[in-house]
């Protein structure tokens, strides 16, 4: 079952992305490689309740990692059309534990039920960590963590967040961080 919503998703992406440019070149010719890396995330990062993909995009690598873990509910954060779009017909057609959120960040949190809290929060290569990444400190459970999928080990200090630990994938790293609370 696992394995034909990854094939129904991988497929989707590809006829969406046809129309629509949802991923880049590499991506598109890469696409199982970033699948996996997905899934191999799933190993590490053992996603449960509430996990928010800021800048999701494609879908990668969150619905790969919704589709493997049923007992997480997914929150998507993406602020262009076409690609939330897609990402609510995937969650639809996939029949994920998601929400999609089609808005910048800032204005998303204003949305959020007050008591909502995110064990974890993930994402690819968005913007400046940095800068973001604090704003959802408020919004983590006291043990929660960020991931970020990145190309190299390096990793900024970010405020309210210590550097957790670097695990080399596939294709890159998953750099983690830990909430100060």
């Known amino acids: 079952m696992k394995n034909d919503r990854l094939d129904l998703y991988k497929k989707l992406l590809l006829s969406w992305d046809e129309r629509m440019n949802l991923i880049g070149p ?10 996996n890396e997905a899934l191999e995330a799933v190993e590490i990062l053992r996603p449960r309740g509430e996990v ?12 790969p990692m919704a589709i493997i873990c049923p007992d997480a509910r997914f929150h998507l954060v993406e602020s262009s059309k076409k690609k939330w779009a897609f990402l ?3 969650v639809r057609d996939c029949k994920l ?16 039920p007050p008591d909502l809290q995110f064990s974890l929060v993930t994402s690819r290569a968005v913007g400046n960590p940095g800068e ?16 970020l999928f990145q190309g ?4 900024p200090e970010i405020h309210q967040f210590r550097k957790g630990a670097a695990h080399k994938l596939s294709r890159g790293y998953l750099v983690t961080f ?3 609370q």
Do not use: C, Q, Y
């Not at 704003?135 to 960020?146: F, H, K, N, T, V």
């Open 52 to 63: 928010l993909d800021f800048g999701s995009g494609g879908g990668l690598p969150a619905i």
């Open 26 to 35: 590499e991506a598109r010719a890469n696409l199982d490689a970033h699948v």
């Open 88 to 90: 609510k017909h995937v």
């Open 152 to 155: 190299s080990v390096e990793a």
């Open 97 to 112: 534990s998601a929400v999609v959120h089609g808005d910048r960040l800032a204005r998303a949190l204003t949305r959020f």
């Open 132 to 147: 973001w990444l604090p704003s959802l400190a408020p919004w983590m459970e006291p043990d929660g963590r960020a991931a």
């Open 178 to 180: 830990h909430v100060k």
